[in-house]
Nanobody, 119 residues
Framework: QVQLVQSGGGLVQPGGSLRLSCAAS????????MGWYRQAPGKQRELVAG???????TYADSAKGRFTISRDNAKNTVYLQLNSLKPEDTAVYYC?????????????WGQGTQVTVSS
């Protein structure tokens, strides 16, 4: 079983920065994808950014140029650097890991962390 523990988040003023971390423990196979999603009140959960085990990244249009996803494979940890934050970035951010065992994918979620951008 895989457990994801998130840290970071909080209240920040517009234009500020935050860093989110997500540490995975348990059996994660070498082929995997780590990512961040967010869900604002009354809205569907959406992908913010993802990174494969090979280092390929993908970003939502709203995140491009402002957010950076990275990972430390030795620590099984994924990070999301949030810069130039806007009020519309306010949401609960969730870490996600997809792990492939050679025949199927397993999907795991972190507990979520609140990011609030407000003056």
């Amino acid at each position: 079983q895989v457990q994801l523990v998130q840290s970071g988040g909080g209240l920040v003023q517009p234009g500020g920065s935050l860093r989110l971390s997500c540490a995975a423990s348990g059996s994660i196979f070498s082929i995997n994808v780590m990512g961040w999603y967010r869900q604002a009140p009354g809205k569907q959960r959406e992908l913010v950014a993802g990174i494969t085990s090979g280092g390929t990244t993908t970003y939502a249009d709203s995140a491009k140029g402002r957010f950076t996803i990275s990972r430390d494979n030795a620590k099984n940890t994924v990070y999301l650097q949030l810069n130039s934050l806007k009020p519309e970035d306010t949401a609960v951010y969730y870490c996600n890991v997809g792990s492939y065992d050679g025949s199927s994918w397993s999907n795991y979620w972190g507990q979520g962390t609140q990011v609030t951008v407000s003056s």
